[in-house]
C-alpha cells in the first residue's frame, strides 16, 4: 500500500517551453501532496504545499507563476513548469500524505521526475 | 543555522559492518523522527518512524532518538550491497506540520 506514481519519470524539453508534472496517490487518499526539488548531492527543498480544492502554499523563493500547482482531486496533483529554462532543470518529487490517521504524518513519496530544460 | 544538519559522507563500510548514521537538529519542537533511504534518481522510502524519544527496530534497522541532546541515529547492522544509497533523515513538529530534511549521508557497502 502507500503507493505514489510520477509521470513522466524524464522529460527534455526546449527553453520557454512549459512542462507538467503528474502525482498520483494510487491507493489511498491524500488530501495534502507536496512538491520538492532536489539538487544533485543535495537534500529535498520543499516547494509547496498542495492542499485538495485549495490553493497551494509556496515556500518563500518559489514562484508561485512560474511553477503552478493543481491538487484538483483527492488522487491527484499536478506540478506545471512555465516557461522553462536551464536553471529549473532539476529533479523534482512529490510526496502525500494519507487521509487516515494512523499514518497521517508519515509521506509517501513518488520516484521523481528529472526535468532537462535545453 | 540549518534546521537540520547531516553529515553528507560519503560513507564506504565492508559488507557485514554496522553503519552508524546520524542527525543532530536546533528545533527543540521536533517530535517525529523519520529515515528515508534514496537510490540513485529514484524517490525517498520510509525506513524508519518515530516518535518522541527512544529506540525503534525493524530487521536490521534500529533508530535512535535522544531529544535531550537533540540528537538522532539510524544504525544499519550486518550491511548489505543493497544497502548502497543515499539516507535522509527527517523530522516535523507534529501531525501535518512540514517536514524538514537532512541533506543526506552517501553509503556504500563494498563487497
Known amino acids: 500500500g502507500a503507493v505514489v506514481s510520477q509521470h513522466p519519470s524524464w522529460v527534455i524539453c526546449k527553453s520557454g517551453t512549459s512542462v507538467k508534472i503528474e502525482c498520483r496517490s494510487l491507493?489511498?487518499?491524500?488530501?495534502?501532496m507536496f512538491w520538492y526539488r532536489q539538487f544533485p548531492k543535495q537534500s529535498l527543498m520543499l516547494m509547496a504545499t498542495?492542499?485538495?480544492?485549495?490553493?497551494?502554499?509556496?515556500e518563500q523563493g518559489v514562484e508561485k507563476d512560474k511553477f503552478l500547482i493543481n491538487h484538483a482531486s483527492l488522487t491527484l496533483s499536478t506540478l506545471t513548469v512555465t516557461s522553462a529554462h536551464p536553471e529549473d532543470s532539476s529533479f523534482y518529487i512529490c510526496?502525500?500524505?494519507?487521509?487516515?490517521?494512523?499514518?497521517?504524518?508519515?509521506?509517501?513519496f513518488g520516484p521523481g521526475t528529472r526535468l532537462t530544460v535545453l | 543555522q540549518k534546521e537540520v544538519e547531516q553529515d553528507p559522507g560519503p560513507l564506504s563500510v565492508p559488507e557485514g559492518a554496522i553503519v552508524s548514521l546520524n542527525c543532530t537538529y536546533s528545533?527543540?519542537?521536533?517530535?517525529?523522527f523519520m529515515w528515508y533511504r534514496q537510490y540513485s534518481r529514484k524517490g525517498p522510502e520510509l525506513l524508519m518512524y518515530?516518535?518522541?524519544?527512544g529506540n525503534k527496530e525493524d530487521g536490521r534497522f534500529t533508530a535512535q532518538v535522544d531529544k535531550s541532546s537533540k540528537y538522532i541515529s539510524l544504525f544499519i547492522r550486518d550491511s548489505q550491497p543493497s544497502d548502497s544509497a543515499t539516507y535522509l533523515c527527517?523530522?516535523?513538529?507534529?501531525?501535518?506540520?512540514?517536514?524538514?530534511f537532512g541533506t543526506g549521508t552517501s553509503l556504500t557497502v563494498i563487497p
Open positions: 527527517a523530522m516535523s513538529s507534529g501531525p501535518g506540520n512540514q517536514f524538514y
Open positions: 491507493d489511498f487518499q491524500a488530501t495534502t
Open positions: 528545533n527543540s519542537a521536533f517530535q517525529y
Open positions: 518515530t516518535y518522541s524519544s
Open positions: 510526496s502525500a500524505r494519507d487521509s487516515g490517521w494512523e499514518t497521517y504524518n508519515e509521506q509517501f
Open positions: 498542495s492542499n485538495e480544492g485549495s490553493k497551494a502554499t509556496y
